[in-house]
Nanobody, 127 residues
């Protein structure tokens, strides 16, 4: 059973940085694609970034490109989302997601393409 547990969220001032972690367990994730989504109040869940675990290929939404960085540590079975230069508009619950196989980047932005989800971690950016 795949389990994803996010951590690292909290309250941060605008311009600050936060690193989110997603601890993955229950499988060998070398063949998986891992992703981050976020959901602000009253809005749909929005794709943020994804990484193919084995090759390390990454993709980002246009809204976070150059601001956020996704990475993974195979020894710790953990995926990270480094978020810099945070703005109040980045306030949301951030979710980790996993999908077995090399998910096509055309499908990655769709939440329905992902089979496994964490419980989410709140990030609040104050102005």
């Amino acid at each position: 059973q795949v389990q994803l547990v996010e951590s690292g969220g909290g309250l941060v001032q605008a311009g600050g940085s936060v690193r989110l972690s997603c601890a993955a367990s229950g499988r060998t994730f070398k063949a998986y694609t891992m992703g981050w989504f976020r959901q602000a109040p009253g809005k749909e869940r929005e794709f943020v970034a994804a990484i193919r675990w084995s090759a390390g290929n990454t993709i980002y939404s246009d809204s976070v490109k150059g601001q956020f960085t996704i990475s993974r540590d195979s020894a710790k079975n953990t995926v990270y989302l480094q978020m810099n230069s945070l703005k109040p508009g980045d306030t949301a619950v951030y979710y980790c997601a996993a999908q077995r196989g090399p998910l096509g980047w055309g499908r990655a932005p769709s939440a329905s393409s992902w089979d496994y989800w964490g419980q989410g971690t709140q990030v609040t950016v104050s102005s």
